[in-house]
């Protein structure tokens, strides 16, 4: 991947990446901690698509939409041994999708500031872009359990918004999920969607003004806006 301009529009001074679907493809290592769930309940496992899609309003939430509300008194049970098991497990298939490296790279390079906002717990978060060689590149991470309150409530841009000391118009976020999408409206930040993770479909269906479907297409858009 290479910029074919010499900086990137100074429009942008801080990029907000979301990670799961976004930075990340961790769906077969989250499939593989929700089945452990299931198992250990003896309930039938889940696709990888149906988990796929309950993804991104954080742990708890994709532990309760698993069980389902029939089993709600496992709840609590379920999300302890989800945490541990996937804590123990999640970087044995995840990965960082093709381009998103080189991405990250040419973004750093060119002085652009970057950070994370995920609905995963922010150790998980940490752990994991650790362990794929991704953590140089982010002023600061945030997860689903920094703050008292979680995508899409806006406060997680607000907060990397004044750590960064950068205005709200300079502020791109950028995710795969209607989630994100109302995060950025939350906070009054430009958003822009990214069809290779989870939730194409609905994104898509929700009609953000930006749209891209490489990291490639991510790093033109950037340098033209």
């Known amino acids: 991947m290479s910029l074919v301009t010499h900086h990137l529009s100074p429009r942008w001074s801080l990029l907000v990446f979301d990670l799961d679907g976004t930075l990340i493809d961790s769906r077969a290592d989250l499939a593989a901690a929700v089945n452990h769930v299931l198992r250990g309940f003896a309930l039938p496992e889940l696709p990888l698509e149906v988990i796929s899609s309950y993804v991104g309003d954080g742990a708890r939430m994709l532990v309760q939409r698993a069980l389902g509300a029939a089993h709600s008194a496992l709840h609590d049970e379920g999300l302890r041994r989800f945490l541990e098991f996937y804590g123990a497990h999640l970087l044995e298939r995840t990965h960082a999708y093709p381009g998103v490296t ?8 060119h002085g652009v500031r970057q950070a994370v906002l995920s609905n995963k717990p922010e150790g998980m978060s940490r752990a ?11 002023v600061a991470v945030l997860g689903g359990d920094s703050l008292p309150v979680r995508k899409p409530d806006p406060a997680g841009v607000k907060h990397l918004c004044a750590l960064t000391g950068t205005p709200a118009e300079h502020v791109l976020l950028v995710g795969d999920s209607p989630v994100d999408l109302r995060t950025a409206e939350a906070a ?3 958003f822009c969607g990214v069809t290779w993770g989870f939730a194409a479909a609905a994104l898509r269906a929700a009609a953000p003004a930006r749209l891209v479907d490489t990291p490639a297409e991510l790093l033109a858009a950037l340098a033209a806006s």
Do not use: C, Q
Not at 128 to 138: R, T, V
């Open 188 to 190: 009054g930040i430009a």
């Open 102 to 109: 080189d991405l990250l790279a040419i973004l750093s390079s």
């Open 128 to 138: 994991i872009l650790d362990g794929l060689g991704l953590s140089s590149h982010f």
